[in-house]
């Protein structure tokens, strides 16, 4: 569940477009699926870090120091639940 303001599609269309910002192959968000791998879309070290603070800004958010680990997020979909729980506070 995505608290307001956003709807879930929102939430979801904001959150592909960042990672296509942040992609080094510059992938079309309508393009990238939530099966795929952040490493296999062009996300590397420097711009995950780089998409994370994105992230944290647009859904005013904090990522924890533990967390940031491109491991942790090996693909979309997992970032998407990890994001969508801080938002609900988990």
Request: negative net charge; glycine residues 4%.
């Amino acid at each position: 569940m995505i608290p307001n303001p956003f709807t879930q599609s929102d939430f979801d269309r904001r959150l592909l477009e960042i990672i296509s910002q942040a992609s080094l192959q510059q992938i079309p968000a309508d393009d990238i699926r939530m099966t795929n791998l952040l490493s296999g879309i062009g996300i590397d070290s420097l711009a995950f870090m780089e998409m994370i603070v994105c992230i944290e800004d647009e859904f005013k958010i904090t990522v924890a120091d533990e967390d940031l680990a491109m491991e942790r997020f090996d693909t979309v979909e997992a970032l998407r639940s990890y994001v969508a729980s801080r938002m609900n506070g988990v």
